[in-house]
Each structure stands twice: as C-alpha cells, then as structure tokens.
C-alpha cells in the first residue's frame, strides 16, 4: 500500500473515538484527511469527473482539498464514516435551504459513495439500512439467535393484547432522534416499561416497538470490526445500562461459537465491516439479541484492555482487497 493513499476520516468536530483512530493511525505513519460534511465552502472543496475522457477503473476521478490537505478521489485507500453532520444553510430562505441541502447530500454524498479503490467502515448507505430495527430483528431471527418476542404496531388493540400475553413489556425508540426541549434541554428517550394503562389512542399516530422483557442479569455489547470479534459483559441493576455508565462494571467475554457466527453472518447481510451488538445474558446463560448499531459508539470500553482502537487501524490500514 503506497503511503501517499489516505485514510479519509468523515466526522464532526468533536469525536473523542475518531480521534483514538486518527492518533493510531498517525504513529503508523498512515495519512489523514479528515472533514465534515459541514465543511462545504471555503473549509471543503471537491471535484469529481465522470464520462469517456476517464479511466472507467478509476471513477469517480477528482479531487477533495480541505483546509490542511489535498487528495485525489481514486487514491484514499479507505474511508471511516464516523458521525459527519450535513450543512443546514440557516442563513437562506427555507426553499433555498432545502435546495442547498439535498445539492450537498446528492453531491458531496454521491461521490464519497462512489469511491472505486476505498475500504468503507462502513459505507453510509449500508449503515442506512442496517439502522432499520425491522431487518434486524428479522436477519437475528433467520440466523437463528435468540430473539425475544417483539411487536412493531400503531394498532391500539395489538398492542393492548401483545401486553397482555406477556408478563412484563419494554419499550424502546425505533431510531434515536435528536430531540430537545422548547427550552433548549436535550432529552434521551430510554428503553422503559410499559402497561396497557400507559398506551391510548396516540399510539396510532406512528409505529411503535413493543418487547417482552428479558430476565436478564447481565448484558453484553459485542464490537465487531472485520474478521475481530470484542464480547463485553456490562453488569449493573439497570434496564438500560445506557442511562448510568458510573453504575456499569465490564469483563471481557468469550462468545459461543454458534453465536460468534450468527453476529459476524448479520453484519455480512448489511455489507458492514463492522458494528456493534447489544445482547443480554439470562439466569440460565442463554443470549438474547437485542439490536445492532451498525456505528456504534466503543471508545469507552478501551478500558478493559481490549485492542478496539488497533482493530480499526488495521482495517483502515489495510484498505481495500482485491
């Protein structure tokens, strides 16, 4: 691998995860470009050519300058699509916005794409589609994991009944969303409980995700990257562990063979190099899966020892394979 090809780094100002890869990177002697959707304008410029006066092998061909380094399309070796945020024009007319906008996505989006020699971890439009928890439960369910009785409704009845037939139910968001207060207050929507008393008509104006709750008494997180398989147990009290990461203790875990393939198999499915799987552990030592984050955050789990950090490196490294 030439050591002029980079690694093209898609994310936002502040990535604390992004940075450890850059920094592993950087001591390998690996080349960065690192940029943000965001950019567009004086901070990001590119040029993509397409068409007969091009080498069919090398398309799109062009060039992607920011503000510290300039770089050819069809020379970045691999590209990790981290959490980029896209320009939102504020200062023009909501019609021109919104022009701007899709202009930046289909354009700028279009051709990071399209690279034709570039390892993508992962590739934005597999990610899209992994991030769909139906596909997920139903890819889980044809490898055969162990799936819990799950219900995805704006029926109020089906609801009502699916609550009934279990003895205890969760529910959880079928994509986060940024949602904030009118007085600026980010909020979280956590997986809770939930009764027939909590759900009414207001259930019908959108789908909703119902599951049978799990007696669990660990969870586990798995971060996968390539052909590396990382298992976490994460035990506290919590239903969602998310909701206070002081409360969380962490071991290192070995997976079941059958389980280690089937999680490998699901990201296979979506075309990801890697993801992150959220599972959980019952008093009898079964695994139940839960859900996939095809771009998961892992940065904090470098605390148990685990090699994440390097596992990314080499990938990117690495680059594409004949």
Same mark, same amino acid.
């Given at each position: 691998?030439?050591?002029?090809?980079?690694?093209?780094?898609?994310?936002?100002?502040?990535?604390?995860?992004?940075?450890?890869?850059?920094?592993?990177?950087?001591?390998?002697?690996?080349?960065?470009?690192?940029?943000?959707?965001?950019?567009?304008?004086? =901070?990001?410029?590119?040029?993509?050519?397409?068409? /007969?006066? +091009?080498?069919?092998?090398? +398309?799109?061909?062009?060039?992607?300058?920011?503000?510290?380094? &300039?770089?050819?399309?069809?020379?970045?070796?691999?590209?990790?699509?981290?959490?980029?945020?896209?320009?939102?024009?504020?200062?023009?007319?909501?019609?021109? /916005?919104?022009?701007?906008?899709?202009?930046?996505?289909?354009?700028?989006?279009?051709?990071?794409?399209?690279?034709?020699? *570039?390892?993508?971890?992962?590739?934005?439009?597999?990610?899209?589609?992994?991030?769909?928890?139906?596909?997920?439960? /139903?890819?889980?369910?044809?490898?055969?994991?162990?799936?819990?009785?799950?219900?995805?409704?704006?029926?109020?009845?089906?609801?009502?009944?699916?609550?009934?037939?279990?003895?205890?139910?969760?529910?959880?968001?079928?994509?986060?969303?940024?949602?904030?207060?009118?007085?600026?207050?980010?909020?979280?929507?956590?997986?809770?409980?939930? +009764?027939?008393?909590?759900?009414?008509?207001?259930?019908?104006?959108?789908?909703? @995700?119902?599951?049978?709750?799990?007696?669990?008494?660990?969870?586990?997180?798995?971060?996968?990257?390539?052909?590396?398989?990382?298992?976490?147990?994460? &035990?506290?009290?919590?239903?969602?562990?998310?909701?206070?990461?002081?409360?969380?203790?962490?071991?290192?875990?070995?997976?079941?063979?059958?389980?280690?393939?089937?999680?490998?198999?699901? @990201?296979?499915?979506?075309?990801?190099?890697?993801?992150?799987?959220?599972? *959980?552990?019952?008093?009898?030592?079964? @695994?139940?899966?839960?859900?996939?984050?095809?771009? =998961?955050?892992?940065?904090?789990?470098?605390?148990? =020892?685990?090699?994440?950090?390097?596992?990314?490196?080499?990938?990117?490294?690495?680059?594409?394979?004949?």
């Amino acid at each position: 691998m030439n050591d002029a090809e980079p690694v093209a780094v898609v994310t936002e100002v502040d990535d604390v995860t992004a940075d450890m890869v850059i920094t592993e990177l950087n001591k390998r002697g690996v080349p960065i470009v690192r940029f943000d959707p965001s950019d567009i304008g004086d =901070g990001l410029q590119m040029s993509a050519r397409f068409g /007969a006066s +091009t080498d069919s092998s090398a +398309t799109p061909a062009g060039t992607l300058r920011t503000l510290s380094r &300039d770089t050819t399309l069809e020379r970045v070796r691999a590209m990790y699509w981290r959490r980029p945020t896209w320009p939102h024009f504020d200062h023009l007319d909501a019609p021109d /916005a919104r022009y701007a906008e899709a202009q930046v996505r289909h354009g700028l989006g279009g051709t990071l794409y399209a690279l034709p020699n *570039c390892r993508y971890v992962n590739h934005p439009l597999s990610n899209r589609t992994a991030e769909h928890k139906p596909l997920q439960l /139903a890819t889980a369910q044809r490898l055969g994991l162990t799936v819990p009785p799950t219900l995805i409704s704006n029926d109020l009845k089906a609801i009502r009944e699916f609550i009934a037939e279990h003895d205890s139910v969760i529910f959880k968001a079928l994509r986060w969303t940024p949602y904030r207060r009118a007085d600026g207050v980010g909020l979280t929507t956590w997986t809770e409980p939930v +009764t027939a008393d909590h759900v009414d008509e207001r259930v019908t104006v959108t789908p909703h @995700l119902f599951q049978a709750q799990v007696p669990k008494i660990a969870d586990v997180r798995v971060v996968i990257v390539g052909p590396k398989v990382f298992a976490i147990r994460i &035990d506290s009290d919590l239903l969602d562990w998310r909701a206070d990461y002081s409360a969380l203790t962490y071991t290192p875990m070995d997976l079941p063979t059958g389980v280690e393939r089937a999680l490998i198999a699901h @990201l296979d499915h979506f075309g990801l190099a890697s993801g992150s799987f959220d599972l *959980c552990i019952t008093p009898d030592g079964g @695994l139940h899966w839960l859900e996939l984050n095809p771009n =998961g955050q892992w940065g904090w789990l470098e605390e148990t =020892g685990l090699p994440i950090t390097q596992a990314f490196a080499d990938l990117l490294e690495q680059g594409a394979t004949p």
